[in-house]
């Protein structure tokens, strides 16, 4: 690992802990768990500019971070099993070649979508809950999800232009 990969990597965990501790300084949403995934922009950027092994480190860093920092047991648990889905998403899309036709609008909100049903199973498997959880809680998770993925997406289109990528990829 190069000095400047490395020092890349610190600078989106270092923006993905800040718009964490900055999200969690919010009122909550009306849904119980939901949040609007600001530290996703960190991410998703890091992820697509840097590649898929960088942003799967910042990923679990952020989560295992905030996790110690501010949350409990629980919610580490929610959170890398939400972070996990995530990353395979992330993996799937990249090998698909999904990047390539979609904005990061559509990924944050696959990703969005892919972090609640992790979340849903870890809480199915935890409390166990079957369908029912997936029924009753999951369409406004999801729904909310999708508004605050593609929320996030068009900020990590803005930002990613911004830092220099083309059409909102430019992956290395």
Same mark, same amino acid.
């Given at each position: +690992?190069?000095?400047? &990969? ?11 802990? +800040? ?27 890091? /992820? ?12 679990? !860093? &952020?989560?295992? %971070? ?5 949350? !409990? ?25 999904? *990047? =390539?036709?979609? /904005?990061?609008?559509?990924? /944050? ?5 892919? *972090? *609640? %049903? ?12 079957? &369908?029912?959880?997936? !029924? ?22 803005? %930002?990613?232009? =911004? ?10």
């Amino acid at each position: +690992m190069t000095v400047r &990969r490395l020092t890349t990597d610190a600078m989106y965990l270092c923006a993905a802990l +800040m718009l964490a501790f900055l999200e969690s300084l919010l009122p909550p949403l009306p849904v119980p768990g939901l949040k609007l995934g600001l530290a996703n922009l960190a991410v998703l950027c890091c /992820s697509y500019g840097a590649g898929p092994a960088d942003g799967a480190a910042v990923a679990f !860093s &952020r989560c295992l %971070l905030m996790g110690l920092l501010f949350g !409990s047991g629980t919610s580490l648990l929610f959170s890398l099993t939400g972070t996990t889905a995530v990353v395979c998403m992330l993996c799937l899309l990249r090998l698909a070649g999904a *990047h =390539r036709c979609f /904005s990061f609008i559509g990924i /944050s909100v696959l990703t969005a979508c892919a *972090h *609640h %049903l992790g979340q849903l199973l870890c809480a199915g498997l935890l409390y166990g809950w079957g &369908r029912e959880i997936l !029924s009753a809680y999951g369409g406004g998770l999801f729904l909310a999800g999708t508004v605050c993925g593609v929320l996030t997406g068009w900020m990590a289109n803005v %930002l990613f232009r =911004r830092l220099g990528g083309k059409r909102g990829f430019s992956i290395a």
